[in-house]
């Protein structure tokens, strides 16, 4: 426990994705099994455990403290696990401390009713950080900023392989994953799939930069509309079926209209959206009424009715068995056209081809392209084979460009990292009718550290307000922020967030009154 | 003859603690005319007094610190001598919280009274252990007075840091440390865990680490973290005030690690509050544990909490069976270099 608690506490408060990666790799260097494949199944989202509610984890500790000074403690603290972990009266020697194998293995043998017991015995025999990765644990989600993804990352990183090739074996493959740490240290013989629904890795597009337009051989692709949902990938394969985002997690739960679609069997890459009526029948609806659709466990029957989930395919990975991945495009192409028109299925379109003779022509379709769900072109060169991961060349994304607004700076926050001692993360508003500035938005790039340097000079030299590792700044500089649309939100007190902002200019000339208002980004709103 | 009760010779006034048959305030946070200083930091030995009793190293403190200004009078006290001032017996004891802290043990008629300052019970190789003085009344602070702030072993943080250096060997590691105390305490608790690659100091830290050093505590090779080029800076331990931690001074160093050696970072939120990466939980002062277990020890039937988290150790000493109150001593508690903003120790 006490390496996985140690883990679980330095992640908390490394922001940089590259430091997470150094630390996870370090710990399944020195873990020993199962308890390194626990924490595994533990970070990747994929442990089950008889968990413990909080209710539960507050009577234990009001048994063993006083209350007045729980009450303060919590009030101090203001988390109840970290309270709990900090405050539980220790009894050296109680109890052995258990190891995380011990702890997994107790959980998923024990009654619900012999939760308690062993709860309370654990953490009379733990230290403080690690009663809180063992309540962290037990009251379920770790909360550590760690995604399912970046966990497989760090275990390919410590086994010098590519996370395609884990993500690939990944569904095939069970907790605490005995053979995949034997296989990483060349122990053992890589796993086998089986007859498994297996998340297959997606081939991912690099951005076209404008540099690199006149310059492609445009007659070598083909060109399809980059749409606004998100990427998934849906497999069918001997009676099972799956639905994965980009990243392999399995999101099936949140669209059962998909899966009851499917009759088939088949690997298929396409684009989940959500549609609506429109004047010439189903219309592609804003991103914000898919976001209604995710991250959720179930859905109601309400909302199935309300925004129905759509798949629009762009290519096809496995027909039944056989596989068609290294195939070139335009032979993949025609058997997903055949496939879809022999089967139609349900709930599922084609994307379909734009038409274009020249660059140019591409270039005045995209910069044309502004109803909902179109963010841009892909464009796909005719004989590329379907590769996992990113290669540079074969697919290109070219989104249309962006909005472009003038915000005022009102708050900076401290980086970290290289940037710990800059003021790196901006918080910009927009004026209201009222003539106050309400915040609309936050960036962290989109400048030169030349430019760092000159902002952070600014922040320091106007600030009104501290608190912690945030400033309070006059309304006196204007930002010129891009971003890709705006979207109704609760989280500002504006109503309204930009999707991807990024600082694209600095207005030092701009006088802070002139920037726009709030009446301004209303009229963007997606919908 | 029956003991005078305390209240009746010990005051608390706006300069601070007052002890009448003597004349004197024990730590006064205003100018006076005699005063008894505890230790060196900042909140408890303030300048401008005219005479002031202490220990010789917490003497030195105050002239490395204010020089003239330290006080007209110095008059030094080793630990266990007896001094009489006006009608009151003064002795200095350990206190084991920074180089010459002492706890003032005051007696009239009698009664004894323990001004105990700030101090901590585990071990320090930089200064003397708190001694157990039992006395009729103990006047305790309280800066970790909730059950919440458990110190752990100061070695396995210092492990953590030096794991850390192993993880990232190319980034600077910054510790923020209080310039008396905690910085020399850092640098002993690294040369016993066995680190003897170079250590670089902060300019703001060096003097007192070379009063350490001229004061008998040992401390070995410090290099200055001014002078060195941003390349050699790669994977560098380096000790800085504080308040250096997000300041211009930072950017020297290579994609730092922040680090802060304080007890604060026992509680998440306020290690992030103040961007810190590397939280190390070490303290110069008492834990929760530490001091219910002094009031056991120290067996006095009273107990006075100046400073901090007053509230709950006098709810504790009272549940004891103590008789027990909050003096709100003004001005304690904010130790060094911004203490007050998000606190140290
Ligand atoms: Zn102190
Ligand atoms: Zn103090």
Known sequence: MKAFAALLDRLVYTPQRNGKLRLLVDYFRHAPDPDRGWALAALSDGLDLKGAKPALVRALVEERTDPVLFRWSYDYVGDLAETVALIWPERPGANRPPALGEVVEALRAAGRGEVPALLARWLDALDPTERWALLKLITGGLRVGVSARLAKTAVAAFGDRPVEEVEELWHGLAPPYGALFAWLEGRGAKPELGEAAAFRPLMLATPLEESEVEALPFEEYLAEWKWDGIRVQLVARGGETRLFSRTGDDIGGAFPDILEAVDFEATLDGELLVLRDGPEGGEVAPFNDLQQRLNRKTVTAKLLQRHPAHLRLYDILFEGREDLRSLPLLPRRARLEAFVAREKPRRMDLSPLVDFASMSELEALRAAARENGIEGLMLKRKDSPYLAGRPKGPWYKWKRDPLVLDCVLMYAQRGHGKRSSFYSDYTFGAWTPEDELVPVGKAYFGFTDEELKRLDKWVRDHTTERFGPVRAVEPGLVLEVAFDAVQRSTRHKSGLALRFPRVSRIRWDKPAHEADRVETLEALVEG | ?345
């Open chain 2, 1 to 345: 003859m029956n003991k005078p009760r305390p209240e009746s010779w010990l005051r608390v006034e706006p300069r601070g603690l007052y002890v009448v048959p003597g004349d004197f305030y024990v730590d006064p946070v205003r100018p006076v005319e005699r005063a008894v200083v505890t230790h060196g930091h900042a909140d408890h030995a303030r300048p401008g007094h005219a005479k002031v009793l202490a220990t010789p190293e917490t003497l030195a403190i105050m002239q490395a610190r204010y020089g003239d200004r330290a006080g007209s009078g110095l008059q030094a006290l080793g630990y266990g001598e007896p001094v009489t001032i006006g009608e009151v017996t003064v002795r200095l004891a350990p206190a084991g919280h920074v180089l010459g802290s002492a706890q003032a043990v005051l007696e009239w008629r009698g009664c004894r009274v323990v001004v105990s300052g700030d101090y901590k019970r585990r071990r320090d190789p930089t200064c003397a252990p708190f001694e157990v003085v039992p006395c009729d009344v103990f006047v305790t602070e309280a800066t970790f007075g909730l059950p919440v702030f458990r110190h752990p072993d100061d070695r396995g943080e210092i492990a953590k840091l030096l794991h850390s250096l192993a993880v990232f060997p190319e980034r600077t590691h910054v510790v923020g440390v209080y310039s008396l105390g905690k910085a020399q305490r850092v640098v002993r608790l690294l040369r016993e865990a066995g680190w003897d690659g170079p250590i670089h100091v902060h300019g703001a830290l060096q003097a007192l680490c070379a009063l350490y050093e001229e004061l008998g505590v040992p401390l070995g090779p410090l290099s200055p973290a001014t002078v060195a080029a941003k390349a050699e800076m790669a994977g560098a331990l380096v000790l800085a005030p504080p308040s250096a931690l997000a300041d211009r001074w930072a950017r020297r160093l290579a994609d730092p690690v922040t680090a802060m050696a304080s007890g604060w970072m026992r509680v998440r939120q306020r290690a992030r509050q103040r961007g810190v990466e590397l939280p190390l939980i070490i303290s110069d002062h008492a834990d929760w544990d530490e001091l219910t277990r002094t009031l056991d020890e120290v067996g006095a039937p009273e107990v006075w909490v100046t400073h901090g988290n007053e509230e709950a150790l006098v709810h504790h000493a009272r549940q004891r069976g103590f008789r027990a109150r909050a003096l709100s001593v003004v001005g304690l508690g904010e130790e060094d270099e911004g203490e007050a903003l998000g606190g140290a120790s």
